[in-house]
């Protein structure tokens, strides 16, 4: 059973600074996306990232998908509180289905 | 724009009884499915669709029936309610079953207590 594991799973920090959420496999995936989800809503995409060793940046967000396609990265820089909400990688284990993290949970502080 | 629409938003059950979750999607997708999301948990597959008349299992199904009549509706039955199916429901759609880097999307999600 292929399994994201991803850390930390609640971080809480102040406006500005940075941080780096972690999601780990010990299988290959074909591709990997990243989700965020705001209380009350569903997720919404916000990356996928295919090749290994790719980087894609979304304004102050930075994603890295490993060399390996066993991990993925996902990196805010100048956090807000705008960016609070609980983020979710997700991965396809063969077809069409995806498999999720347990997420983290981010509060940024003003 | 209504893309995935799920009801009710909310809902009380006591164990035993039954009840059905609705979703519809307006985006002609192919693809359909049905997580429940616990806490530190993430979200688990519980069904899911790849067309009209065709189902399948995904990893906590027990519980729970699916069936899908049509392209746009994809409704999740519980038959006998118990307290541990007490989450937070969310359906999903994407264009098609193959590659994993289709965009899914979500509904809004229905949150479930079971008494």
């Known amino acids: 059973t292929q399994l994201l594991e991803q850390s930390p799973q609640f971080l809480s920090i102040q406006e500005g600074e940075n941080l780096t959420v972690y999601c780990n496999s010990s299988s290959v995936f074909s591709s990997l996306q990243w989700y965020r989800q705001e209380p009350g809503e569903g997720p919404v995409l916000l990356v996928t990232v295919v090749t290994g060793g790719e980087v894609k940046k979304l304004k102050r967000l930075t994603f890295q998908f490993g060399d390996a396609r066993k991990d993925s990265s996902l990196h805010i820089t100048a956090a807000q509180p705008g960016d609070t909400g609980l983020y979710l990688c997700?991965?396809?284990?063969?077809?069409?289905?995806?498999?999720f993290g347990q997420g983290t949970e981010l509060s940024v502080k003003p | 724009n209504a893309g995935v629409t799920q009801t009710p938003k909310f809902q009380v059950l006591k164990t035993g009884q039954s009840m059905t979750l609705q979703c519809a999607q307006d985006m002609n997708h192919e693809y359909m499915s049905w997580y429940r999301q616990d806490p530190g948990m993430g979200l688990r597959l519980i069904h899911y669709?790849?067309?009209?008349?065709i189902t399948d299992q995904g990893e906590v199904p027990n519980g729970y029936n699916v069936s899908r009549s049509t392209t746009e509706d994809f409704p999740l039955r519980l038959l006998s309610a118990a307290p541990s199916q007490t989450s937070v429901y969310f359906c999903?759609?994407?264009?098609?079953w193959g590659g994993g880097t289709n965009i899914q999307y979500f509904g809004a999600g229905t949150r479930l207590s079971v008494l």
């Open positions: 997700a991965g396809p284990p063969g077809g069409g289905k995806l498999i």
């Open positions: 669709s790849v067309g009209a008349g």
């Open positions: 999903a759609s994407k264009l098609t």
